[in-house]
């Protein structure tokens, strides 16, 4: 049976405007990415040309001075009013130092005298502190009683006025004493010492071990000291510590265990020269 017109051209039409709005949005489609390619195409080529203007490393140059004394040149100072006068010129003596010593015109009245920077304090004239006059952090188990943790003590036969004691409380024990040196020191001296047997029972004999720590760190180990009257001496650079710990490991029951840092000194870090 053959269609009927009406719906052949029904069927007809509507194929047609499918097709129309197919390619009117095909178009539309070609037209929006055209114009994104272009867009990104300039966005890009901006952001490009904005790069180069605007370098850091070249920003960082350009706020360098425009011009530096080269490595070894001296500044030239400008002189003003109430600077000082010039000095008269000299020559130079021979010897190790090579320093300038002798004027070569003018008498020691005419110029005037100027402080020395580089003379090193005699080693008999460096101040020193002593450590026992300085305020300890903590004591930890260390054994006074009524006496005080400062006291003078026997050694050998010799006194020391201001021993720091560092008797263990418990028998085979350990005791410690720390002190706050905030970076101002360059050196430590010192012995550590177990005191002669005074009203001690001597039928045991003392041994022990005393280490030094400055600021957590193993700074001066003695090994065994034994006996009543022995001691180990010791020199250890502090610069730049904040903190020392003084620590006694006891090899003997806490009565026959008398022992004692002495003549502890400390050599500021200030001073030039120290041994």
């Not at 005791?175 to 002669?196: E, K, N």
Request: aromatic share 6%; proline share 9%; with cysteine.
């Amino acid at each position: 049976m053959a269609p009927h017109p009406d719906n052949s051209n029904s069927s007809g039409a509507t194929i047609a405007m499918i097709a129309a709005v197919v390619i009117g949005v095909l178009i539309l489609g070609v037209l929006a990415m055209v114009t994104l390619g272009f867009l990104f195409f300039f966005t890009v080529q901006d952001r490009v040309v904005y790069e180069m203007t605007t370098d850091p490393v070249m920003e960082v140059v350009e706020q360098l001075p425009v011009e530096t004394p080269a490595s070894g040149e001296s500044q030239v100072v400008e002189e003003t009013e109430g600077t000082q006068p010039e000095l008269p010129a000299a020559t130079e003596v021979p010897g190790e130092s090579g320093q300038v010593d002798v004027p070569a015109s003018g008498t020691a009245a005419e110029s005037p005298m100027l402080p020395s920077t580089d003379s090193p304090v005699p080693a008999t004239e460096s101040p020193r502190t002593k450590l026992a006059d300085l305020t300890p952090l903590e004591r930890i188990d260390v054994r006074l009683g009524d006496a005080p943790p400062v006291r003078a003590v026997n050694v050998g036969g010799r006194s020391y006025p201001s021993a720091i004691w560092a008797q263990p409380s418990s028998d085979l024990g350990t005791c410690q004493i720390s002190y706050p040196v905030q970076q101002a020191y360059s050196r430590l001296t010192g012995m550590a010492a177990v005191a002669d047997a005074a009203g001690a029972d001597v039928a045991v004999v003392p041994k022990g071990t005393f280490h030094i720590y400055a600021d957590g760190n193993l700074l001066w180990n003695s090994g065994p000291v034994e006996g009543f009257g022995s001691s180990k001496s010791f020199d250890v650079d502090v610069s730049g510590i904040r903190l020392l710990v003084f620590v006694v490991e006891s090899d003997a029951v806490s009565a026959a265990s008398p022992f004692a840092w002495a003549d502890l000194q400390l050599v500021p870090a200030s001073v030039a020269g120290s041994p």
